[in-house]
Each structure stands twice: as structure tokens, then as C-alpha cells.
């Protein structure tokens, strides 16, 4: 799972910085206790509901879409989106956790609505594609591939699944040349 996780709160946040640092470290458990210690006290702090949402998919060993850390993880970042409806980062996140569980759909949806609010989200682009390469959807998935190539060249080594859905698409032939349709 790569989440995005916002890295500083409100200036001189050292709390919420502890919290991040933990996460960040692999102290998941730590940071949940702080960040929910940070809410209880500023329900307003996006940041530390972001960083709470990831910090409950890292505490799973197999993320399930009923587990109620999912669910929390959920409603932290529908709060998080909520609080700034202009921001990618909650969207990025809930696409990549339902991604994690399994809803491909539901996990495009969202990770569109992040890419319509920062159209250069490799991250974002990348998950899409890979999601519709997972679904079948093989020129879908190479198109978007193509974008997030292009958004973030240092990428390439996550693409290692494009030919075979350039050769699934009809796209290469058996000697691995691409194969070019005429123009209709």
C-alpha cells in the first residue's frame, strides 16, 4: 500500500509532527494512540485524519472492507474531504485503501476525483492503471500507464505489466513488435 500521508500540520504542530515521524517509522500503533489523542482534542486537524486513516491500513496485516479499522479508516477520510473538498490527498487515500480492499470501483471513482483536482497525481494516474489492468480493461490501462509515464518518468520500473497488456490488447505480436493498425 503507498498512501500519501501529509507530512507537517499547522506551523509548530509538534505533535502532530511526533505523530507523522511515528508513522513514518513503522510505530503504527504509537501513532494511532496520537493522533486519535490530537482529534479528540482539534476534531478540525485533517492532517491528523489522514495520517489516522493510513495508520489504520497499516495496522492491518489483510486490510478487509468490513474490518471496523477499514471502516474508521473510511470515515476519516470522507471527514478529512469533507473539511477541504479542494483537496487531492483524502481522495488519493480512499482510492488506494478501496483499491486495497478489493472495490476497483469504487476505488477509481475516487482516485478520478483526485487526479480532476491535481491532473499531475502520478501516484494517483499509476493506481488507475494498474486497477484497470487488474479489471482486463488492457487499452485503459496502458493509456493511463502512458499518462503516468509522462507525469513521472522515474515510474518506468513500475510498468513492467504493460506488455503484457499491449500483447492481451493485440497491441504486440509474438516477437514482442508492436503492431501498427492502419488508420480508418
Not at 483536482?117 to 493509456?143: C, F, Q, S, T
Request: aromatic residues 4%.
Amino acid at each position: 500500500m503507498v498512501f500519501s500521508v501529509p507530512r507537517f500540520g499547522r506551523p509548530r504542530d509538534k505533535e502532530y509532527e511526533q505523530a507523522a515521524t511515528k508513522l513514518a517509522n513503522g510505530q503504527t500503533k504509537e501513532a494511532i494512540d496520537l493522533l486519535r489523542n490530537i482529534l479528540s482534542r482539534r476534531p478540525d486537524n485533517k492532517n491528523a485524519r489522514i495520517s489516522l486513516a493510513v495508520a489504520l491500513m497499516q495496522a492491518q496485516d489483510r486490510p478487509d472492507k468490513d474490518s471496523p479499522l477499514t471502516q474508521e479508516a473510511l470515515q476519516q477520510l470522507d471527514a478529512a474531504a469533507a473539511m477541504n473538498p479542494d483537496d487531492p490527498i483524502p481522495y488519493f487515500n480512499k482510492g488506494v485503501l478501496l483499491r486495497n480492499v478489493g472495490l476497483f470501483e469504487d476505488a477509481l471513482r475516487s482516485l478520478e476525483i483526485a487526479v480532476d483536482m491535481e491532473d499531475r497525481m502520478a501516484l494517483a494516474i499509476l493506481h488507475m492503471a494498474e486497477i484497470n489492468y487488474e479489471l482486463e480493461r488492457w487499452e485503459k490501462a496502458i493509456e493511463l500507464a502512458r499518462l503516468a509515464l509522462v507525469r513521472d518518468p522515474g515510474l518506468e520500473e513500475s510498468l513492467g505489466w504493460v506488455r503484457v497488456a499491449m500483447r492481451k490488447a493485440g497491441l504486440l505480436d509474438d516477437k514482442g513488435n508492436v503492431i501498427v493498425k492502419p488508420e480508418a
